[in-house]
């Protein structure tokens, strides 16, 4: 018997400060004004996308002791936006990064269940962490982690913020103007916490919300990443958008649910991918071709290869061979801010395996930096892109897609309007929001049945 | 064509229900809807409808209390609030002209978010953002981040040495969290972003700027993520009833709101916040001094002492407020403000004793009132709350340095 049709789940970043935003097309917008923000979700609303993710940077990115100027610089607060957003969507998830390192527990709590009240349901959080003092100097924490630290203080600020949001359980408030009682209990939100990086007690003062708790999402990669998004995570948000990557991942992460005690179905993977639409399938392939030249010139090739270099490599050309000397393997010095860097844990491997593949295959270091770094997964026409994305997500190699598109704000317009219909064609695809909250869209339990099945058994 | 500011600055002061413990008791009341967007925007847009200045919004890191210093555990008062900055921003878009001021308390927060909230809060209102700068003593919201223990602070430790010292620390620091926000705001310039296709620059990094604050209680390199705001400074603002918070305020705001009783009281207020001012070296500045009051408005006064008198019945104790409170007209409130803005007072917040009855009588009886006596704007000025409030919009202080050096 075959397996029954998985319906896909899509969502929409709005392109930030990488080098998938081409800013330079007469097409791109701002990225601060509200108004993108405004047209960017408006169309995923359209979409009927599941919901919006905003990344988050806490400090410029810099390269060689400079603000890194070649990509988009800047961005708003991610709460703030996501606050304004609710106002101008009704369905729509709105899905924030926020880091677990530069914030504490008693305020992030209080701004995702209040985000969650005024988007009716609709929050969900990307906990990320980072350990560097370089984004530390923004804080007056000033503070960092040592890095074998970061995913104890993520768990247990997860948690925490968890035993906030459940010390209120939804019927404290009766407002019951005869009696005069407001609250049906004095201790409404209280909470004891003790542990290794928090010592906390107190009151919360945010009611519980419509979702009980916002939707978890977590990014990391690694083996601490992925068990991390196996024990606590709703959807993880990956970066796997081959079949082959995807499905490896895929199984891997699932796999690891059940020793958490829970169902496969309780953690989504979702990576992100741009696409490239075109008429034909050639034609969407030459335009591609265009996007990556103008997502890497000459001056960003050279930079992204200093990410694993960690050396100054601006007296080498562009379009001519990778350097023959090895990365500088000690503390990264270089590039500063950036994700990416940590992403090359042996960089002298890293090197080694690169210009192997740059001789083999004749590639400048543009060609490489482009073929490298390419996440167009999806290219081609409207009803390739259709059947691709439909392949990917029946055939477990995710369970549906978060798109970053590489024009701000209208670069969802077409795929919303040709490709969108096709898939709704194909029965794999939502025609209309079926209900209210982020985690009806996402088909994820609500909280209070996990408890009330757990204290039924 | 624009004409100049309003002679009479109003704004309301937003808190749950309204500001008599009793409110969300009144049939006018919304109390299950208090954590609902509809219920913000309702008020925010009525509020515009009333041509009002601008709105602020009451938040802080612990429950309510009757107590000024610890919870008091009572189930008969609204418990509970959402995050201010995002009710700001959730009807920033619904509305157009309004300025949208919510509380953010410098105690336990850190700058470089505030400062970056503030900033996208005017990005979403396209202009109208202003923050309500609020320390915190409390020993109980101390313990909710854990990270210091504040000593004990009773309502008769205002005047002992180890309170006042308590007090100048918070005040200090958030002088310091307030300086730093807006070096932040200031940290890009506001044509940094040039997106050069010839030579692939998105921004010219030398119109970007380290604001290296370095202080007693933190240190904060910079520059912000986000680019500067719409209004350059979105507007800053304080609460202030002693000596030390106006210094905070001489130093640091826009505009305090201060709680004298009588047109002598205001007079000396203005006066001691004018000297720091000037000593704090602003005297050229505009400061606007607002005087807060609780107001229970009724076209017919003894409507508006017998709702007073039967919002106490069900409190159970008479109504007092560190800001004066008016029962009456709308008339006699006009006459009060005329009388007070003699003093120096720049414009006032008024706190609805009752948010669904009091802030319609503001702006359907009040503002038609003073607008009669022609103290009021007929129509909204200018787009930005620093427009309506006559603020023009400041240079930035590192391009200011870096031209004089150049």
Known sequence: MSKPLKQIHLAAHFPGVNNTTVWSDPKAGSHIEFSSFAHFARTSERAKFDFLFLAEGLRLREQGGEIYDLDVVGRPDTFTVLAALAAVTEHLGLTGTINSTFNEPYEVARQFASLDHLSGGRAAWNVVTSWDAFTGENFRRGGFLPQDERYSRAKEFLSTTNELFDSWHGDEIVADRRTGTFLSDAKAGAFVHKGQHFDIEGQFNVPRSPQGRPVIFQAGDSDEGR?????????????????????????????RLARYGRRPDQLL????????????????????REVRRLQVSGATAIKHL?????????????????????????????ARGRAQVRMYRDPLA????????????????????????????????????????????????????????????????????????LLQERGVYRTEYEGATLRDHLGLDHPDDARGEREAS | MSSSPSPLHLAVALDGAGWHPAAWREPTARPGELFTAAYWSDLVTEAERGLLDFVTIEDGLGLQSSS???????????????????????IAPLTRHIGIVPTVVATHTEPFHISKAIATLDYVSTGRA????QVTARRHEAAHFGRRTLPPFGAGDYSTPAGQELLSSLFDEAADHIEVVRRLWDSWEDDAEIRDVATGRFIDRTKLHYI????????????????????????????????VPYRLVARSADIGYVTPHDAGEARGVVEEIRTEQAAAGRAEETLHVFGDL???????????????????DLAGEPYTSDAPVFTGTPAALADLLQDLATAGLTGFRLRPAVAGHDLPAITRGLVPELRRRGVFRREYEAGTLRGLLGLTRPANRYAATATSTA
């Open chain 2, 130 to 133: 202003g923050l309500r700068l």
């Open chain 1, 227 to 255: 068990e991390f998004a196996a024990s606590s995570a709703d959807a993880i948000f990956s970066r796997y958008a081959t079949l082959q990557e995807g499905r490896a991942f895929y199984t891997d992460v699932k796999s």
């Open chain 2, 212 to 243: 290296d604050f370095e202080g007693t209680h933190f240190r904060v390199k910079g520059p912000s993520v986000t680019p500067r705001p719409p209004q350059g400074q979105p507007v800053v603002s304080a609460l202030a009833h002693a000596t």
């Open chain 2, 68 to 90: 000024r210093t610890e919870p008091d555990g009572r189930t008969d008062q609204v418990r509970g609030r959402l995050d201010a900055v995002l009710i700001a921003a959730r």
């Open chain 1, 350 to 421: 890293t090197a080694r395996e690169w210009r192997e593949r740059a001789a083999a295959n004749k590639w400048s270091i543009r060609d490489l930096v482009i073929e490298t770094g390419n996440r167009q997964a999806f290219v081609g026409s409207p009803a390739t892109v259709a059947t691709t994305i439909n392949e990917f997500v029946q055939t477990d190699a995710a369970d549906g897609i978060i798109l970053a598109p590489h024009i701000t704000p209208g670069g969802l317009d077409e795929f919303t309007d040709r490709v969108i219909p």
């Open chain 1, 269 to 288: 993977i979702l990576p992100a991918a741009t696409f490239v639409l075109g008429d034909t399938d050639a034609e969407a392939e030459e335009q591609a």
């Open chain 2, 294 to 312: 609780v107001v229970f408005l009724d076209d017919d006064p003894a409507a508006a002492a017998a709702r007073r008198e039967r919002l106490e």
């Open chain 1, 306 to 334: 200093e990410f694993v270099w960690n050396r100054d490599l601006s007296g080498y050309d562009p379009d001519g061979p990778l350097p023959d000397i090895d990365p500088d393997p000690g503390e990264h010095t270089v």
